[in-house]
């Protein structure tokens, strides 16, 4: 009797064992099949006491939206405060820009963003921070923002971000405590491009210095070129000439 009921414990915990692998491989495979990208935007629209306006950077934001769109992929918006997310570069001589502010379904996304209250990680394969100046008043200290990356990270997703976006990187931890650009490849707006556009007074940190202090292996090239890093599921890119190139290195990474 004893060694029945010894076999059918063991038959009972390989079951649990199977039914959790079988639960964990399902949410994989759910989290590569989704066909959602989160696209962060700050709610910051003002440089510091200098009076001058800011927002996200249209075309930080329309370039990898139009790469990932045309691929096949469903953009949502989420930002600090949710609602109507600030724009700065806005210039639709581009045409990317023109593309995507005149499409009348995402227009009306940008104007009318998520908070972070209302975002599901499990429904995203991916987490994409736009730049624009207005990103480094916001989107470093707001943990709603930085738990979704956690966990979109956790569940196998990609985290990125180009220019300053990766300032909502700075305080995002990994599942096991860890700041997630800890010992990784990362770039953003660097040093050098920040003084050349005088802002580095202004500014409430130095990004590339705070990325580096949380760990980063900080890879930059020279003033406004175009350089994008991809290190274990993390995407960066340095500037605004970069923003097109970040969405390609994103979708070449949801392939795999």
């Given at each position: 009797?004893?060694?029945?009921?010894?076999?059918?414990?063991?038959?009972?915990?390989?079951?649990?064992?199977?039914?959790?692998?079988?639960?964990?491989?399902?949410?994989?495979k759910?989290?590569?099949?989704?066909?959602?990208?989160?696209?962060?935007?700050?709610?910051?629209?003002?440089?510091g006491?200098?009076?001058?306006?800011t927002?996200?950077?249209?075309?930080?934001?329309?370039?990898?939206?139009?790469?990932?769109?045309?691929?096949?992929?469903?953009?949502?918006?989420?930002?600090?405060?949710?609602?109507?997310?600030?724009?700065?570069g806005?210039d639709?001589?581009?045409?990317?820009?023109?593309?995507?502010?005149?499409?009348?379904?995402?227009h009306?996304?940008?104007?009318?963003?998520m908070?972070?209250?209302?975002?599901?990680?499990?429904?995203?394969?991916?987490?994409?921070?736009?730049?624009?100046?207005?990103?480094?008043?916001?989107?470093?200290?707001?943990?709603?923002?930085?738990?979704?990356?956690?966990?979109?990270?956790?569940n196998?997703?990609?985290?990125?971000?180009?220019?300053?976006?990766?300032?909502g990187?700075?305080?995002?931890?990994?599942?096991?405590?860890?700041?997630?650009?800890?010992?990784?490849?990362i770039?953003?707006?660097?040093n050098?491009?920040?003084?050349?556009?005088?802002?580095?007074?202004?500014?409430?940190?130095?990004?590339?210095?705070?990325?580096?202090?949380?760990?980063?292996?900080?890879?930059?090239?020279?003033?406004?070129?175009?350089?994008?890093?991809?290190?274990q599921?993390?995407?960066?890119?340095q500037?605004?000439?970069?923003?097109?190139?970040?969405?390609?290195?994103?979708?070449?990474?949801?392939?795999?």
């Amino acid at each position: 009797m004893k060694k029945i009921q010894t076999v059918a414990v063991a038959v009972a915990a390989l079951l649990l064992t199977t039914l959790h692998l079988e639960s964990t491989a399902q949410t994989k495979k759910s989290i590569t099949m989704s066909k959602k990208i989160l696209f962060v935007v700050t709610s910051h629209d003002k440089k510091g006491n200098t009076g001058e306006p800011t927002g996200y950077y249209l075309g930080e934001v329309s370039h990898p939206w139009e790469v990932l769109h045309d691929a096949g992929y469903e953009i949502e918006f989420v930002s600090p405060k949710g609602g109507k997310a600030p724009v700065d570069g806005f210039d639709l001589n581009d045409p990317v820009n023109k593309k995507f502010w005149e499409d009348p379904a995402y227009h009306a996304k940008v104007e009318n963003t998520m908070k972070p209250s209302e975002v599901d990680p499990s429904k995203y394969a991916a987490i994409f921070y736009a730049g624009g100046h207005g990103a480094m008043w916001d989107l470093a200290d707001d943990k709603g923002l930085s738990d979704i990356a956690t966990k979109i990270y956790a569940n196998g997703g990609i985290v990125s971000a180009v220019c300053h976006g990766p300032a909502g990187l700075v305080n995002v931890k990994d599942a096991n405590g860890k700041y997630l650009v800890d010992g990784k490849k990362i770039n953003a707006f660097t040093n050098e491009e920040e003084e050349a556009v005088k802002m580095e007074k202004v500014v409430p940190f130095a990004l590339e210095s705070k990325l580096i202090e949380r760990g980063a292996k900080f890879e930059k090239s020279g003033l406004w070129q175009n350089h994008v890093t991809v290190d274990q599921r993390v995407i960066t890119g340095q500037n605004p000439q970069s923003a097109k190139s970040v969405g390609e290195a994103i979708l070449k990474e949801l392939k795999k």
